[in-house]
């Protein structure tokens, strides 16, 4: 600590300040309202901001970062030192706390892709059904819901549809597996609609076997490219050198016989009467 060469006394910065030096630094900023001043207040008051950053981190999802948080609290902790009247009698660190919680707050708000409006009606849906669920003493129906809370059928369904948009979640969240004990990542429990279930495949390959068996070349093929390849009685015969009315027959009678098999299996799985 010194004083420059005007008389203005200068502070180091990434120290803690001690009460005299504090208000000395007080009463300069506010003189003078320098940058640099402003910033050694901040570096004074951070811990206030990690302590407030931390207390809100365990009530958050866990992707939401504890960095994005005190970046978010220390612009609350510069508008409250640009802010603050020392005439007031109040403690800047009371003062401030509140500052700092609300930059945080608004911050997480700013980032929420869901509307206020549509969180306050999830939450008034969710205390509609719990009070209903209480004096029922189990799960209320829609139309029981609807009619506890007033609403029409068209409001309730509405209501229901802003309810469902309440959250998202990061895709790269990481947690332990409990079986296993490996990391594992939300990505891993996605389930990719656009490929084929391995059963199901499965199950495709046994029933064109089971159909397939016991018929000639071309029924199998017209079985094949007409529930397979999608393809017309006219396309089939094009293919077979066959007309689309002979295809058509084939495939009427290879139905009926498919039908008769069929019925063979089930009466012998069929299970023996008592």
């Known amino acids: 600590m010194g004083r420059s060469p005007d008389g203005i006394r200068t502070w180091q910065r990434g120290i803690q300040l001690s009460e005299e030096d504090l208000a000395g630094a007080w009463q300069e900023y506010r003189k003078m309202r320098s940058e640099e001043l402003r910033n050694i207040l901040i570096e ?3 811990p206030l901001v990690k302590i407030n ?3 809100l981190s365990h009530k958050l999802p866990d992707e939401v970062e504890l960095d994005d948080l005190i970046s978010a ?3 609350g902790l510069r508008d409250a030192i640009e802010m603050f009247d020392l005439d007031r009698g109040v403690k800047f660190e009371t003062y401030c706390a509140a500052r700092i919680r609300g930059a945080i707050l608004d911050s997480l708000r700013n980032k929420d892709w ?3 409006l549509v969180r306050a009606r999830a939450s008034q849906l969710a205390a509609g059904r719990r009070q209903l669920e209480a004096a029922l003493g189990r799960a209320p129906a829609g139309h029981e819901l609807a009619e506890f809370m007033g609403l029409s059928e068209t409001e309730y369904e ?6 469902h948009a309440v959250g998202i979640i990061s895709l790269n969240r990481q947690f332990q597996d409990t079986d296993s004990g490996r990391e594992v990542r939300e990505t891993d429990f996605v389930p990719d609609r656009r490929s084929e279930s391995p ?6 390959e ?3 076997r ?5 018929l000639s070349k071309n029924e199998r093929l017209i079985l094949v490219l007409y529930y397979y390849e999608e393809m017309t009685m006219k396309e089939i015969g094009a293919t077979l050198n066959l007309s689309e009315s002979r295809v058509s027959q084939m495939h009427s009678a290879i139905l009926e016989r498919l039908r008769a098999t069929l019925a063979h299996r089930r009466d012998d799985l069929a299970p023996p009467e008592a």
């Open 114 to 116: 869901v509307p206020r």
């Open 158 to 163: 509405k209501l229901i549809r802003d309810a």
């Open 206 to 208: 046994d029933l064109k």
């Open 210 to 214: 089971i159909l397939t068996k016991g």
């Open 199 to 204: 059963l199901r495949g499965v199950q495709r």
């Open 73 to 75: 609290g220390i612009d």
């Open 53 to 55: 950053s931390e207390r």
């Open 44 to 46: 004074h008051y951070l």
